[in-house]
Every structure is written in C-alpha cells, then in structure tokens.
C-alpha cells in the first residue's frame, strides 16, 4: 500500500548520506547554469548559498534575488528568495535566504480499500510534502593588501520538513566559508553542516489511520531524529580578458562528502569526491552566456542487456543572462538526471540591485 510516496522513517538517530538532499540542488540560474561551480566565483547576493564570504562584494546598496524552477514536469517546486544588505562601510555584509522544495497533490491511498475488500477511490484524498530552508548570513573582510582579499562568512540555519498532516521536523545547523580575491583569480572553501546539521520528526496519526497502518503490517513510528554529515567544498577560479569587451571565466570546485562511499568520481569509505565544472563569457558586462558540467556517476550502459556493462554520465547545464542598469535576468536549461535522459528542467532568475538615489 502507497502511503508516504517512498519516504522512509526509522526512530533511530543515525547520519544519512542524503539527508536534507534538497540543500544541495543549487540557487540562482547563473549557478545552475555553470555545474553548481560557484564556491570561489560567486560575488552577488545568492553568496548566502553557495559561499557565504562572497556577500562581502555586494556593496554600496541592497540586493535581492528571486528564483522558480519546476523539477520532474512540474511535479515538484523548488523556490529561493534572498536578501543582501552591506553594512560597515562596506566591508561586512548581513544576508537571509529562503528555499522551498515542494511536491504537492501527492495520493494518499491509506483508505482506499473498504473492510469488505472492495476500493473506493473516493477515499483517496492528497498531500503535500514541503522542505523549507532558512539561511541567516553574515559576511565580513578579513584581510586587504595590493595583491589579494580575504573574507569570511557564517549561516545559521533552520530547516523545517512538513508530510501532510502526519509528520514535521525542525532542523538546525551552521556553515562556515571563506574566499580569497586576487586581480584575476579566486579561491573558495564552504564547510557545510559544520555542526552535524539534524532533523527532529514528530509524527501524528489519528486512530482511523493507526488502525489501518496496523493493518496493513506498517510501522506506526513516534519520533526520528537524522542528522547530516559535515561536507567541505573547495574551489577555484580565474578570468581571461580575451579582449576589451569579452571576458571569460572558468571554475572548477571539489565537493567532498565523509559519510561513506558514493558513486562519483573518487569514492572511498574515507571520502568521495565529486567535481563541478563551469564556464562564463562576460560580454560588455552586459550578456552572459553559461555552461557547465556535473553529477559524474557510473551507471550500467542503455544498449547492455546482460547489465554488466557500466559508462561514466553526467549532468549538464546551459544558461545565458543579461543585465540593463541595475536588473539582471538570467536562465539556465539543466537536465536533472544525465546526458541521455529527458529530464529537462527551465530555471528562471531576478536579480536587482536596489541602488539608492543619489541626492540633489
């Protein structure tokens, strides 16, 4: 019987090597759009995600950032709004995101046989199943001489999960990251869950659906307490002048995980390593066009019948953004599984500076 649409809950604390899972699928197009590679090089209000150090070049005056993107044909929703504002005389920054990663109208099938054996789908009502992310942000300039700066930055997060009406949990956490700025080149390190970020569950059942789930040889769980992991993310970038009016800039970042082995392309039980690759030409700092490549996994071949045959996949990414005065737009076309899958997904992004008016 199909109850929770494939979601697991034990009542045993322990690590999950995809807990929180949808802290980690990205915000902003411009993001997206280079592979996720954005550790070292992101420099704009979405810094509160990525790298909470990069807050620290939003300067002079307020930014905000809004994005919508619709994953697996429109059956989940996934939304991030934030907010940069530089204090301090520009040298420390204050930032707050909100992420949302939602699926609704999800069938609850938990009273869709009668006593006597037959189905009602009369009985079937719907739910949703909604992740929320809270990121409170602080930036500040640590170091500054003629050839490079050092900043650092702090969120504090909380994370609240909500299943319908049957179950919720509130999470919290820190991550810590730092950046070093150069004429042409960047350095990045974000250390995630520093704090082993958890989750607390709670569940509520009525005794109509505890009857059922008895029934029905389910497990009636009480109370579950996850927790995630410490990851580190290393990165890092440098720009190209190709000429007065065209720049190009490259990254690649490390995403490094502790909890075990993954399929990426390092794995080992002390540590798995997965990379991010992305690119940007910067055109009269006006047009950007994006790229980017990630998600490297092994997995066995289409065309093996006998499933022994394994290739390397990945996940790539296009996008192109364009700025007029202080509003920026950009886009990003990413397929969510791999090269040969058809799941696409269209992410759209705002970003405005809000610049204050000069006075007479």
Same mark, same amino acid.
């Given at each position: 019987?199909?109850?929770?649409a ?9 690590? /999950? ?19 996720? $590679?954005?550790?070292? *090089? ?48 520009? %040298?420390?920054?204050?930032?707050? &995101?909100l992420? /949302?990663? $939602? ?6 099938t ?7 054996? &037959? ?8 739910f ?18 003629d050839?490079? =700066?050092?900043?650092f ?22 991550? $810590? ?6 004429? =042409? ?12 970020t958890f ?8 005794? %109509? ?14 109370? *579950? ?19 007065? &009016?065209?720049?190009? *800039?490259?990254?690649? &970042? ?10 990426t392309?390092? *794995? ?12 940007e030409?910067?055109?009269? %700092? ?11 996994? /092994? ?10 045959? =394994? ?12 700025k ?26 705002? =970003? ?9």
């Amino acid at each position: 019987m199909i109850f929770f649409a494939g979601i697991t809950f034990k009542c045993t604390a322990q690590f /999950r090597e995809y807990s929180n899972e949808f802290l980690n699928i990205g915000a902003g197009a411009r993001g997206l759009a280079m592979g996720n $590679a954005q550790i070292a *090089s992101v420099n704009d209000v979405t810094s509160g995600y990525w790298n909470p150090a990069g807050l620290t070049e939003v300067k002079n005056s307020p930014e905000i950032a809004l994005m919508h993107a619709d994953y697996f044909a429109g059956i989940a929703k996934y939304d991030f709004v934030s907010v940069a504002i530089p204090i301090e005389d520009n %040298k420390r920054t204050l930032g707050f &995101s909100l992420l /949302r990663f $939602a699926v609704d109208d999800i069938p609850n099938t938990l009273f869709l046989v009668e006593p006597d054996g &037959s189905l009602n789908y009369n009985n079937i009502q719907t739910f949703s199943s909604a992740d929320y992310a809270f990121l409170f942000s602080y930036a500040q300039q640590v170091k500054q001489n003629d050839h490079y =700066k050092l900043n650092f930055g702090a969120n504090a997060k909380v994370i609240y999960r909500k299943v319908g009406s049957f179950a919720n949990a509130w999470g919290f956490g820190l991550d $810590a990251g730092v950046n070093m700025i150069g004429k =042409k080149w960047r350095l990045g390190l974000m250390a995630k869950d520093i704090t082993t970020t958890f989750n607390a569950w709670s569940f509520k059942f009525t005794d %109509k659906e505890k009857e059922v789930l008895y029934l029905t040889n389910n497990d009636i769980p009480v109370k *579950s307490t996850e927790m995630t992991a410490p990851r580190l993310i290393l990165g890092g970038a440098y720009k190209f002048n190709i000429s007065k &009016s065209i720049n190009l *800039s490259t990254e690649a &970042s490390f995403d490094m995980t502790f909890d075990g082995k993954r399929n990426t392309v390092l *794995s080992s039980k002390a540590v798995s390593i997965d990379p991010h690759l992305g690119i940007e030409t910067e055109i009269k %700092k006006v047009f950007f066009v994006r790229a980017g490549i990630t998600n490297f996994q /092994r997995a066995l071949a289409d065309g093996d019948t006998l499933n022994q045959k =394994k290739v390397w996949i990945y996940q790539p990414s296009i996008g192109a953004g364009f700025k007029i005065k202080n509003v920026t737009i950009d886009y990003a076309f990413t397929n969510l599984a791999n090269q040969d899958s058809p799941l696409y997904t269209h992410v759209f992004s705002l =970003k405005l500076d809000l610049v204050k008016k000069k006075e007479n």
